[in-house]
């Protein structure tokens, strides 16, 4: 989220777009929950998560979450003041 993270695993989930901004009210939530049932490949990695992890509430949550962080975008070409932490995890 606004490059705190090295984006290795999974994308940035602000940078250069939020999912709030690219996926329609409806998909997100689904695709926290099953993001296969959303897209689907052979290598895609990211795990859903059952409501024994996350209730419907939590997700919800999580979309308010990212839709705040969607009006916080640190400006282009700036890097986050906490980059130097995943610097040193590297
Ligand atoms: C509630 C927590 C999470 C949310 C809201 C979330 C959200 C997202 C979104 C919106 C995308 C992009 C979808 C697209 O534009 O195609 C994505 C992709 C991805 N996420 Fe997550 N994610 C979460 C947790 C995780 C976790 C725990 C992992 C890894 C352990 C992960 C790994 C990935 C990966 C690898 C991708 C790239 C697509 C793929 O390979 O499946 N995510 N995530």
Redesign the pocket.
């Known amino acids: 989220m606004n490059r705190q993270g090295p984006s290795q ?3 940035d ?1 602000n940078l250069p777009l939020n ?1 709030t901004e ?2 329609r009210e409806s998909i ?1 939530p689904r ?2 929950r099953d ?1 296969k049932s959303i ?1 689907a490949w052979e ?5 859903g ?1 059952g409501p024994e992890t ?1 209730s419907d509430e939590d997700i919800a949550n ?1 979309v308010a979450y ?1 839709k705040e962080m969607a009006a916080e975008k640190i400006p282009h070409g700036l890097i986050s003041p906490f980059a130097w932490v995943s610097e040193l995890m590297n």
């Open positions: 695993v999974g994308p989930l999912p690219y996926l997100l695709y926290i993001p897209r290598s895609s990695k990211m795990p998560f996350l999580v990212l």
